[in-house]
């Protein structure tokens, strides 16, 4: 178990949501679902990936913490300057090991992670299905990465074996957040 989150994060700060886990777990399709909801402004972690780390990748090459640091920090950037002006945020990033999730945190105060955690032979099948540059022969090495939430960290785990309505519904109520009607 994981801390609770206030939707203010308790200090009227705005809240940013991070969507993380391991490639495949459905990160995006489940932050792309609660974006719907509730409009905020929102940030792909892939797109900020420096082109040599894409090209890493997609080679079938893991990236290492050293390729990591710049694009996390990027990351943080474009949270810090939304939170100055007072806009939350959703974003998606494996963010795999807590020090990744050290460097998001300082885009804001109160951040929340949802990591999508569940069947890595259901994440394989889904990666293998779809047209990405992230080969499935990468996931080992992710699981073998990832550092799950860990007690001190505010944040929730959800199973991406859930339909993605239920998943988002499941986000907005332990934020006590109402999304757009349908
Ligand atoms: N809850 C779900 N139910 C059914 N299919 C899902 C669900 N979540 C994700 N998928 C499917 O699984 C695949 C992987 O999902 P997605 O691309 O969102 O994962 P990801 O964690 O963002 O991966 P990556 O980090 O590698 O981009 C996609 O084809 C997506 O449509
Ligand atoms: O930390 C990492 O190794 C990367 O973020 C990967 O997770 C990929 O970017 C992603 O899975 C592909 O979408």
Redesign the pocket.
Known sequence: MTEDASADGGADRPLHLVFM??????????AQAVRERLGWEFAEG?DFHPPANVAKMRDGRPLTDSDRWGWLESLADWTAERDGRGEPTII?C?ALRKAYRDVLRRGGEATFFVH?TGDKHMFLE??S??D?F?PPSLLESQLDTLEPLQRDEQGMDVD?????DR?AALVLARLDLSGRPD
Do not use: E, F, N, Q
Request: aromatic share 0%; charged share 15%; glycine share 12%.
């Open positions: 886990g391991v490639s495949g777990s459905g990160k995006s399709t489940v892939d998606t494996s999508c889904r990666m299905s779809r990405h992230m991406p074996a859930l339909p993605v998943l």
